[in-house]
């Protein structure tokens, strides 16, 4: 039933995207996913911006049809949409609507779970940017949130608090296993141990950096090639 309420909302919307400059927090709405609110107001606003981009864009959602406008919210993980009076609902995290892609961006996002180098499980969205067999490179865009620094004497200024962005984190999928990409050739080389010295070979020859997104997709190409 909630999947069905959810697409009548999502269709709705569709038709609605003159609205999208008109949209305004609602406090009321449980049906297709939470109401969105936003918690600072003009005086308090925080600098910077907690998404890639704040306007809506066109995208496609799992299992719905047509188009969608949405804007992805990166400090807190969720995708925001218009609804069809204008409403702004943030998206519930369910399998059904686990694939989002913005054609206009060049962006696929994956609901998915994954473990960082600390083993800590999560579930959200990352960035499918290579897949090839059963491996996949995915990208987490991440947002850093800095609190406000009060003037301690009158000689200092007052910080606001702001939205910065921080460094894209990198994660491996192989099969159906998401974790965060080694961080170099030994690391990659304990997850493959039965292609080592093709590995070390093929690193050292195409001068692979760990910190390079086109390295990183020539190693997926490479380790999923037979």
């Known amino acids: 039933m909630k999947k069905i ?18 949209a ?64 702004t609902l943030v998206l519930d995290k369910i399998e059904d609507f686990s694939n989002i892609t913005f054609p206009g961006l060049g962006k696929n996002y994956k609901l998915t779970s994954y473990t960082d180098r600390k083993n800590k499980l999560a579930y959200g969205y990352l960035i499918e940017v290579f897949k090839k067999g059963d491996l996949a490179l995915y990208k987490k865009e991440n947002i850093n949130f800095v609190e406000e620094k009060p003037a301690k004497t009158s000689l200092e200024v007052t910080m606001p608090a702001r939205f910065s962005k921080g460094e894209d984190t990198f994660y491996l999928q192989n099969k159906n296993l998401v ?35 086109a390295d990183l997709i020539k190693i997926i190409d490479f380790l999923a090639t037979p």
Not at 184 to 208: D, S, T
């Open 5 to 22: 309420v959810f697409l009548t909302l999502l269709i709705s919307s569709i038709a609605s995207s003159q609205n999208i400059g008109n």
């Open 24 to 87: 305004k927090d609602q406090t009321s709405v449980h049906m297709a996913g939470g109401s969105y609110r936003n918690p600072y107001t003009i005086k308090n606003k925080p600098k910077g911006s907690p998404y890639f981009q704040e306007a809506f864009a066109a995208a496609n959602v799992a299992s719905t049809p047509g188009k969608v406008f949405m804007r992805y919210n990166i400090f807190n993980d969720e995708f925001e949409f218009i609804a069809s009076k204008g409403d």
């Open 179 to 213: 974790t965060e990409f080694p961080d170099g050739k030994k690391a990659l080389a304990k997850l493959f141990p039965e292609k080592k010295a093709n590995i070390e070979n093929f690193l050292k020859e195409n001068k692979i950096s760990f910190d390079s997104e």
